[in-house]
C-alpha cells in the first residue's frame, strides 16, 4: 500500500465554479503521472486535469455536473512510494536541514542544536552531475471498458465546447440532438450546421412556428436598475400586457417593409374641410385617416393577393 494523496483542482487562471463535464477514471483504476483525470470547462476553454503522481484511485470525489474551484478535492489517490513529494521535502533538497531530531552518525539520536551544528555534505561540483537511475518502461495502462469506449455516454450533458454550445443557441439547435464527430463524440460547429441543413432538408424548417425554432434569440440578460439610482416601479396596462408579446411575434416573424412615396392631397384636404362642419352636425369628426383607410381598402379590393397568407405547411 502506498500513501493517501487528495489530488486537487490545481491553479487555472482567473476561474471559480467551473462545470465537471467528464470523469476519465474510476475507483480502481492505474493513472500514471501526468495521466488526465477530469475535464472541466469554463465560459473560455476546456481543460482536462492531469495527475501529478503515479497510484490507484481509491475514491473519486466528485460526479459529472458538479461545479468545482481551485483547491477542490477531485479523488482520492493511493499513491506510490516516492511518487509525491511534500513541500518540505522538496525545500530541504538545497541545503535546509529539518529542524527535528535524528541520527548520528553512530545511529543515536541528536537533538536540535546539534543537528544544527552538523555540516552538511558538500554538494556536487556543477560541472559533475550525479548519475540517475533509468526509469523502467512504463506499464502499459489497462482501460475498463467504460473508459475505454472512445464515445462514453453522455445523454445528459452533451460533449461541446462553450462556444459550441453558444452557436447551438443563437441557432436554436438543440444540441442534444445533434450528432457529434469529434474525438470523444465531441459536438462540432460543422456539425450544428449540417443538422439546420438536415432540418431544412426534411422540411422541419418550413413554416413560421418551426422558423421561430429555428431562429430563436437567447434572452436578454436581466440588469438591475436600482444599481445607477432610485427606481420606481409601475404595473403595465392591460393594452401593454396583451400587444407586447403581439409586436414581439410580429418583430421576430415578420419581415418588415417601408416603403415611401409622396402623393398630392391638396384636393383632398379640400373636400375633407368643406365637408367637416356637415360632419361634425351629425357628431362625427372628419379626420384625414379616415381617407387613408377608405384608400387601404379600395387597394386591398383590387389586390387580394396582398391579403393573404401562408399556410402553416408551406404549400
Same mark, same amino acid.
Given at each position: 500500500?502506498?500513501?493517501? *494523496?487528495?489530488?486537487?483542482?490545481?491553479?487555472?487562471?482567473?476561474?471559480?465554479?467551473?462545470?465537471?463535464? +467528464?470523469?476519465?477514471?474510476?475507483?480502481?483504476?492505474?493513472?500514471?503521472?501526468?495521466?488526465?483525470?477530469?475535464?472541466?470547462?469554463?465560459?473560455?476553454?476546456?481543460?482536462?486535469?492531469?495527475?501529478?503522481?503515479?497510484?490507484?484511485?481509491?475514491?473519486? @470525489?466528485?460526479?459529472?455536473?458538479?461545479?468545482?474551484?481551485?483547491?477542490?478535492?477531485?479523488?482520492?489517490?493511493? /499513491?506510490?512510494?516516492?511518487?509525491?513529494?511534500?513541500?518540505? =521535502?522538496?525545500?530541504?533538497?538545497?541545503?535546509?536541514?529539518?529542524?527535528?531530531? $535524528? =541520527?548520528?552518525? +553512530?545511529?543515536?539520536?541528536?537533538?536540535?542544536?546539534?543537528?544544527?551544528?552538523?555540516?552538511?555534505?558538500?554538494?556536487?561540483?556543477?560541472?559533475? @552531475?550525479?548519475? @540517475?537511475?533509468?526509469?523502467?518502461?512504463?506499464?502499459?495502462?489497462? &482501460?475498463?471498458?467504460?473508459?475505454?469506449?472512445?464515445?462514453?455516454?453522455?445523454?445528459?450533458?452533451?460533449?461541446?465546447?462553450?462556444?459550441? $454550445?453558444?452557436?447551438?443557441?443563437?441557432?436554436?439547435?438543440?444540441?442534444?440532438?445533434?450528432?457529434?464527430?469529434?474525438?470523444?463524440?465531441?459536438?462540432?460547429?460543422?456539425?450544428?450546421?449540417?443538422?439546420?441543413?438536415?432540418?431544412?432538408?426534411? #422540411?422541419?424548417?418550413?413554416?413560421? #412556428?418551426?422558423?421561430?425554432?429555428?431562429?430563436?434569440?437567447?434572452?436578454?440578460? *436581466?440588469?438591475?436598475?436600482?444599481?445607477? #439610482?432610485?427606481?420606481?416601479?409601475?404595473? &403595465?396596462?392591460?393594452?401593454?400586457?396583451?400587444?407586447?408579446?403581439? &409586436?414581439?411575434?410580429?418583430? &421576430?416573424?415578420?419581415?418588415?417593409?417601408?416603403?415611401?412615396?409622396?402623393?398630392?392631397?391638396?384636393?383632398?384636404?379640400?373636400? @375633407?374641410?368643406? $365637408?367637416?362642419?356637415?360632419?361634425?352636425?351629425?357628431?362625427? $369628426?372628419?379626420?384625414?385617416?379616415? *381617407?387613408?383607410?377608405? /384608400?387601404?381598402?379600395?387597394?386591398?379590393?383590387?389586390?387580394?393577393?396582398?391579403?393573404?397568407?401562408?399556410?402553416?405547411?408551406?404549400?
Amino acid at each position: 500500500m502506498g500513501q493517501p *494523496f487528495e489530488i486537487r483542482v490545481p491553479d487555472i487562471g482567473d476561474f471559480e465554479e467551473v462545470e465537471v463535464v +467528464e470523469i476519465l477514471v474510476a475507483r480502481g483504476d492505474r493513472v500514471e503521472f501526468d495521466d488526465p483525470i477530469v475535464t472541466v470547462e469554463s465560459d473560455k476553454a476546456t481543460m482536462e486535469i492531469p495527475s501529478p503522481a503515479a497510484g490507484t484511485v481509491v475514491d473519486v @470525489r466528485v460526479a459529472e455536473g458538479d461545479r468545482v474551484s481551485e483547491g477542490s478535492v477531485l479523488l482520492v489517490l493511493d /499513491a506510490d512510494e516516492q511518487a509525491v513529494a511534500s513541500p518540505a =521535502e522538496t525545500d530541504a533538497g538545497d541545503g535546509v536541514v529539518e529542524a527535528t531530531e $535524528r =541520527e548520528g552518525p +553512530e545511529g543515536r539520536e541528536v537533538g536540535h542544536e546539534e543537528a544544527l551544528a552538523t555540516p552538511l555534505p558538500s554538494p556536487p561540483p556543477r560541472n559533475e @552531475r550525479p548519475e @540517475r537511475p533509468e526509469h523502467p518502461e512504463r506499464p502499459r495502462r489497462e &482501460l475498463p471498458p467504460d473508459a475505454a469506449n472512445p464515445v462514453p455516454d453522455r445523454t445528459d450533458v452533451p460533449h461541446a465546447s462553450p462556444l459550441v $454550445r453558444r452557436y447551438a443557441r443563437e441557432l436554436g439547435v438543440p444540441i442534444e440532438e445533434t450528432e457529434g464527430t469529434g474525438p470523444k463524440g465531441r459536438i462540432l460547429v460543422e456539425d450544428l450546421k449540417r443538422h439546420v441543413r438536415a432540418c431544412f432538408a426534411q #422540411g422541419r424548417g418550413q413554416g413560421p #412556428g418551426n422558423a421561430a425554432a429555428m431562429t430563436g434569440i437567447p434572452p436578454v440578460p *436581466f440588469v438591475d436598475p436600482s444599481a445607477f #439610482g432610485p427606481v420606481h416601479e409601475r404595473a &403595465l396596462t392591460r393594452i401593454q400586457r396583451v400587444s407586447g408579446p403581439a &409586436l414581439h411575434r410580429s418583430w &421576430l416573424n415578420i419581415p418588415h417593409v417601408t416603403q415611401y412615396d409622396e402623393a398630392d392631397v391638396t384636393e383632398l384636404e379640400r373636400f @375633407r374641410r368643406d $365637408r367637416k362642419a356637415a360632419a361634425a352636425d351629425r357628431g362625427l $369628426r372628419l379626420s384625414p385617416l379616415l *381617407f387613408v383607410m377608405k /384608400a387601404v381598402v379600395v387597394a386591398l379590393e383590387a389586390h387580394p393577393t396582398l391579403r393573404s397568407s401562408l399556410a402553416p405547411e408551406g404549400d
